[in-house]
């Protein structure tokens, strides 16, 4: 377990992340669409400037990558999380078939320096260091930027705040530092930890292939347990699609359900009911926002819905209440911030909603 970072430049302002464990790929020719067509989970009918969730999966059913998938530019952009470069480019060769053969692969990397901007005020920070352009982006979209539209922007969120991914062309890179340096006082500017984001998750109760690759127990769920069907066309031919139907059709057993409690619980801790074992604690987090301990938990699917209370797990003092939560567990400010009323400077007059609301 571990203790817990502060992310209020997340949840209250703005926040910078390091890209560093995002493999960016530019996908281009006439075989780039079936080649990702049979690897992406979710149909790729995606217009242009558009991005896609989805994932990659083993022929097993397990998770291998965390994928957006955008268009632009007459081809497609990846950005994938979890796999290192080489296991990613590994993969595509082994499942892509002919389509991997014919289609031209770039690593963005080669060319671009990158980062991340997350938080309610990004948007304000974003159009402050590339343009008003960016303002009107909506969610999961792409725009070309700067003096020669090359710098990307990609809006993609940030567990539950307004998020941009952005690339920036190495000759234009200099400048745009020296931008975000000027602009790193006036917006208090943190970089967030990847111990952050993690928590960020738990927090928002969504996927986070980073804590999905640490914890042993999280490595046998698949995307039916882990809720994320959303980003999955079952009737589509992929790769792990066999394995994927076959749990379907046969049915799951648990899924994962979020949770509140009083103090830190050890992964793979049982949760109780009336004595006996209905689940098991996946992972939990010190949550300075909420002032108490957000988690994640693999119940029985007949006990996996939000607000039971009648659930118990062991600490070394004894048992522990704990409480299942509708995620996200906390109330995410981006939903109350208006681009034409607010701004981070004035921040502190605005009547915001409290983060927590119970």
């Known amino acids: 377990m571990k203790s817990a970072p502060n992310i209020s430049c997340l949840r209250q302002g703005v926040s910078l992340r390091d890209l560093a464990q995002v493999v960016a790929l530019r996908l281009e020719g006439a075989s780039a669409f079936a080649l990702l067509d049979r690897m992406s989970t979710a149909p790729i009918y995606v217009r242009e400037g558009q991005i896609k969730q989805s994932l990659f999966l083993l ?15 007459g081809g497609f952009f990846v950005l994938s999380e979890g796999p290192s470069r080489e296991d990613l480019l590994s993969y595509i060769s082994t499942y892509g078939g002919d389509a991997a053969l014919q289609t031209s692969i770039v690593d963005l990397s080669e060319a671009y320096d990158s980062f991340g901007v997350g938080g309610p005020f990004a948007w304000e920070f974003v159009r402050a260091l590339l343009g008003p352009t960016v303002l009107g982006m909506g ?11 090359k710098t990307l922007c990609f809006r993609t969120g940030m567990a539950g705040e307004y998020g941009y991914c952005i690339f920036v062309p190495k000759n234009e890179s200099a400048h745009v530092r020296e931008t975000l340096s000027q602009l790193a006082a006036q917006f208090d500017l943190e970089t967030m930890t990847q111990g952050d984001l993690e928590l960020a998750a738990v927090e928002q109760g969504i996927f986070n292939i980073s804590l999905l690759n640490a914890l042993g127990s999280l490595k046998t769920l698949g995307p039916i347990e882990l809720q994320l069907q959303s980003r999955v066309g079952f009737e589509r031919s992929f790769v792990g699609a066999e394995s994927l139907n076959h749990k379907r059709l046969h049915g799951t057993t648990h899924r994962t359900t979020s949770f509140s409690a009083a103090s830190l619980l050890a992964e793979g801790s049982p949760i109780l009911l009336e004595g006996v074992k209905v689940g098991t604690v996946l992972v939990t987090r010190q949550s300075p926002c909420r002032g108490d301990v957000v988690g994640l938990c693999l119940l029985e699917k007949k006990y996996a819905h939000p607000g039971i209370d009648a659930f118990f797990a062991h600490i070394d003092e004894g048992l522990i209440q704990i409480f299942t939560k509708t995620p996200p567990l906390l109330t995410n400010r981006s939903l109350a911030v208006n681009s034409l009323v607010h701004a981070y400077a004035t921040r502190s007059t605005a009547n915001f909603p409290p983060l927590v609301i119970e």
Do not use: Q
């Open 59 to 73: 022929p097993d059913g397990k998770i291998f990558a965390d994928i957006l998938i955008a268009s632009g530019g």
């Open 139 to 149: 969610h999961l979209t792409l725009i070309a930027v700067g003096p020669e539209r």
